[in-house]
């Protein structure tokens, strides 16, 4: 009977084990996001998280698009232009336009990308939803999120580190990669970002 009861505490001890790496693993993921700020804007508070700045090289943007295919293609080519890694996640002809834009951004947290934008969102009017549901696990992750013309943005500002104002005419526009890259290495931006898309290759 001796070796079944060491075979049962080693076995406890190996679950004991699992359970405390869990809670480490919990504990990790919840510090991701900051105390009452949002992921990509805590630059000027004290609950700024410390880290070093991103290699352009490492850069790799998840862009969720929208009904608007020319907008679009307006979003990925100052990415390309800027010499950017980006990839684009389509919801056009999609049936509900929502959940495919909800479910684009979970794969985008998976693929642990350096930021997410997501162009032209629409919340629903309870402020409730798939959309918000999906910028919640973004911010777990610890991933910024850019909403780049929103028709309806969340009612939590918590859960996007900037809206963009694409305007290529404005004089005092920010040029598109420059905003992105202060969002992932939580530079201080405002909340609201006029931006051009008209970038030179680097």
């Not at 980006?86 to 930021?115: C, H, I, L, Q, T």
Request: glycine residues 8%; hydrophobic residues 45%; aromatic residues 2%.
């Amino acid at each position: 009977m001796r070796p079944v009861t060491r075979s049962v505490r080693r076995r406890g001890g190996v679950r004991a084990a699992l359970a405390l790496l869990l809670c480490v693993v919990v504990a990790m993921t919840s510090a991701c996001a900051p105390d009452g700020k949002a992921v990509g804007r805590t630059a000027e508070t004290d609950t700024a998280i410390d880290h070093d700045s991103v290699d352009r090289s490492d850069i790799l943007i998840g862009v969720v698009g929208s009904d608007d295919a020319s907008s679009d293609r307006r979003l990925m080519g100052a990415f390309d232009a800027a010499g950017l890694n980006a990839f684009y996640a389509s919801v056009v002809g999609a049936g509900n336009v929502e959940r495919a834009g909800a479910d684009s951004v979970g794969d985008m947290v998976d693929r642990a990308v350096k930021a997410i934008v997501v162009n032209r969102m629409a919340v629903g009017r309870t402020g409730r939803g798939p959309w918000v549901d999906a910028l919640q696990r973004a911010r777990r992750a610890g991933i910024p999120v850019v909403l780049s013309d929103p028709v309806t943005p969340p009612h939590d500002r918590l859960l996007y580190a900037a809206i963009w104002k694409v305007d290529d005419h404005a004089s005092h526009a920010t040029p598109i990669e420059r905003s992105v890259t202060e969002v992932i290495n939580d530079l201080p931006h405002q909340a609201t970002v006029t931006v051009t898309t008209r970038t030179a290759r680097p």
